[in-house]
Nanobody, 126 residues
Framework: QVYLAECGGGLVQSGGSLRLSCEAF????????VGWFRQAPGKEREFVAG????????QYADSVKGRFTISSDNAKNTIYVQMHNLRREDTAVYYC???????????????????WGQGTEVTVSS
């Protein structure tokens, strides 16, 4: 079983930065790929970024390319997403998720992920 705990959300002004963390418990990161997703009020949950178990491959949604960076620290069993130049449309609850069936690939569908954190809220004000 994998348990994920996100933190780092908060209120930030447009153009600002935040770093979200996702710590894994129960299994080490070298057993699965991790994705970050977000869900804004009234909208579907969407893929934001993903990383393979060894950090060799990353993938981003077009809407965040060049602004968000996903990384991993296996020693801390933690995945990060550094977010710069935040926009109001980035406002959402952000979730990290583990895909234990495909550690060598980043999947963009939420249905490919087996374990989810509780989410951390990001609010970007103008």
């Amino acid at each position: 079983q994998v348990y994920l705990a996100e933190c780092g959300g908060g209120l930030v002004q447009s153009g600002g930065s935040l770093r979200l963390s996702c710590e894994a418990f129960g299994r080490t990161l070298n057993n699965f790929a991790v994705g970050w997703f977000r869900q804004a009020p009234g909208k579907e949950r969407e893929f934001v970024a993903g990383i393979t178990w060894n950090g060799s491959f990353t993938q981003y949604a077009d809407s965040v390319k060049g602004r968000f960076t996903i990384s991993s620290d296996n020693a801390k069993n933690t995945i990060y997403v550094q977010m710069h130049n935040l926009r109001r449309e980035d406002t959402a609850v952000y979730y990290c998720a583990a895909n234990v069936n495909s550690k060598n690939y980043v999947r963009t569908s939420q249905f490919e992920y087996n374990h989810w954190g509780q989410g951390t809220e990001v609010t970007v004000s103008s």
